[in-house]
């Protein structure tokens, strides 16, 4: 006993051997690794002997807690008295006491008395760790509940999915405020009010469209991708389901010229044309006076969307008749490849090998001197394309013909 007391466990468990065949009867034997990797057998840990030792509560307590909870559960100590299960009981019984309640819930999880263990955690007001107790032992319903007390969601949602309950697993994740996960599970699940509902919360007001659209709601999708002022792709939609006057207020108002103009010519209205084409012009001009705001330095990369409004504009203009004035707009937009076959279509050969030129297109420049039969220019522009270092091709189209 002094022993025990003056070095505590370490002698508690050096005794482990010797007092495994005292009293308590024939203990099984457990296989485990040695050193080696093979399985040997080795003597079961005989609580009632160990315990027996020790004469206070703390240290009974305190020594079966250690014993059991040394990574192994009660049913792996074969062959449990009455006497070892009441020793058990007594040292739950004084953690509880001593409010202890880690403690006292693990050696009940581990005798298997999971509402204990349960209520235990809770008293402790450690709703995760009760939660935890409850999956383990696959109560599923009761780790849900446990998981939401917590605030956990995504546990409660894992859990719900698990067990095949997806529309609750969606409302745990809104819960829990992880809408992108939600609306992502909402939309593989094939819940296209839930998924439409929560991409729009976000809001990704596109993807919201898409679901709706994917789920064969095009109303509804051209309703939402107004809401997040994409014109375009509620344009798209409209024209692809027969409604071409929709489908040209959506492009105009996005300021989709070219493909609101197309419209306007095929329906025969001119004096929509017209106005469009105004439009598209007067906004080029303005572009052309205020050039600073659009990144038209000597970057050359305007800093909005890149081909899509500078081609719609010189593209609306050469529409209308206008290519002299498309022609202008593009190679101040420096889209040398439009300006060199505006330039082309006005009969101006070499103003056309000008602006590929200008805007570095020199494989492009190469095959139109070849059509041209200058033979001296297709070297020189075949040599400084291998000089050229690598970039984007330019923008604009160039058609050789």
Known sequence: MTLLRTYGFAALLGLAGLL????????????????????????????????????????RANAIYKIVTRGERLSSFP?????EIELLHQARIYF????????AAELAEREGAIDEAIALHLRDRNAYRAASVAERAENHERAIELFVQAGEFGDAAGIAQRTGQMDRAVTLLERGGQFLEAAMLAEAQHLPDKAIALYERLPNHDKAAQVAESAGRWEQAIAIYRRGDNLGAAGRIAEAHGRPEQ???????????????????????????????????????????????????????PTIDGSGIFNDISHVMELHGDKEGAKRFSVWAQLWGDAARLAREGGNDEEALSYLERGACFNEA????????????????????????????????????
């Open 247 to 301: 489908a040209l207020d959506l492009y105009e108002g996005g300021n989709l010229f070219a493909k609101a103009y197309v419209i306007a010519t095929r329906l025969g209205n001119r004096s929509r044309a017209e106005t469009i084409y105004r439009k598209a012009k007067a906004l080029g001009e303005r572009m052309q006076r205020d050039s600073y705001l659009w990144g038209m330095g000597s970057s050359c990369q």
């Open 96 to 103: 509880t006491e001593q409010k202890r309640f880690v403690q």
């Open 79 to 83: 062959s449990l008295t009455r006497a």
């Open 20 to 59: 495994s065949g005292c009293g308590g009867g024939k203990r099984a034997h457990r296989e485990e690794p040695d050193a080696a990797g093979e399985t040997v057998p080795r003597q079961a840990v005989d609580l009632t002997a160990l315990v027996g030792q020790l004469s206070s509560p703390e240290s």
């Open 366 to 401: 190469a095959a139109l001197a070849d059509q041209l039969g200058r033979r001296d220019r297709v070297d020189f522009y075949r040599q400084l394309e291998k000089q050229a270092p690598i970039s984007p091709p330019p923008r604009g189209v160039l058609h050789i013909q």
